[in-house]
């Protein structure tokens, strides 16, 4: 049930959409409208799982080169994944290394996939490497350079989170946006966070519970900026 309930949740624009064109219609005693609206709620259905599909066959590489396919259901895989699109010559996404590095071994603690997706094709691993050195993360990395993941997570900015959940072998978003509330905007920054979103999302995911899809407003550095 949880699962269906995080797939709804994705797919509930989609749905509207469909019940707007379909539900004017339909009536109970007319069985064309009604194979109709079911024709089109398995075509939402269909296209859905095909995005699920879609987001498992994502190919990125870690700092070694090897290609890593983050949201696959294998059968070890963790039950979710943190993604942190990044890119070192953001100030704002630079700022948040100590916190990354805290909710990283949050997340790793909990049993959830914590990934740093560098999205800048210009950076090498050997750079990549060295900012993580010089800025004291211990965690994992990957080199995105192509966006390819950032397009299946919908990031456009730097530092921006996605968290997906694993649910009857498919990978659910649950949560895209800001890691917290400390940057209103670029240049207005709180002296502290008062709403820590990636946070309360890990500790959800780890306490069982079936996050409702969420999206915050990321603040930082523009990906699409970067070719």
Known sequence: MRGTRLGLQERG???AAALAIIGPMLRVESAPLT???VAAMLVIGSAAASRGDDRQRVTV???DGRPVQPLASEPDAARAVVFVFTRSDCPIANRYAPDLERL????AAAGIDFWMVFVDPAESATDIREHLQRFAYSGRALRDPRHDLARAAGATIAPEAAVFVRENGAPQLVYRGRIDDRYQAAGR???AASTRDLEAVIHQVRDGGA?????TQAVGCV???LR
Request: proline share 8%; no cysteine.
């Open 35 to 37: 194979l109709a609206f």
């Open 13 to 15: 624009a989609e749905r």
């Open 61 to 63: 590489s870690d700092l």
């Open 211 to 215: 996050p409702v899809m969420r999206q």
């Open 189 to 191: 920054m709180r002296p």
């Open 104 to 107: 990283q071994r949050l997340a």
């Open 223 to 225: 990906i699409a900026d």
